[in-house]
């Protein structure tokens, strides 16, 4: 027997993806579930305004070549929304050629209305920053160049 869809359920989990930064996801209850997922929309103009973000989002042997020995990169722990500042009105976390120590805020990951500070993964100078306050990230994606 067909069950008729919830069209609130649906807006409401379009609206957690626009919130989490999530592609897709699933919802079930009983005999029934129901997949909400956005287009990847690519910018042609992606690979002029950022250069080698293609590169470094790829991993494995080109990321090893695109930087140098000594140089790693912090990424993201979780799926969420990146902010590079506290606050608006605030200067940034770090900025490139800023010194930083394990451990200090470098940014901050919104996820599920939760604001999570992410710390530097090492002592050393900011080389790369390679996202933008706002942007969705995904697990495991590059962020930052520490060396």
Known sequence: MAQD??????????????????GELEYSIDNWKIRVAKPTITSPTLNQDIPNMLEINTGGPALEKKINPGL??????????????????????VDIGRSVKEGDIVLIIEAMKVMNPIP??????????????GDPLEFGQPIMVID
């Not at 990146?82 to 976390?93: E, G």
């Not at 090492?122 to 996202?131: A, D, E, H, K």
């Open 72 to 93: 790693e990169t912090l990424t993201s722990p979780m799926v969420g929304t990146a902010y590079l500042t506290p606050d608006p009105d605030s200067s940034p976390f």
């Open 120 to 133: 530097a993964h090492r002592s050393g100078t900011v080389r790369q920053i390679l996202i933008a306050s």
């Open 5 to 22: 869809i919830d069209a609130k359920l649906v807006r409401k989990l379009a609206g957690l993806l626009d919130e989490t930064g999530l």
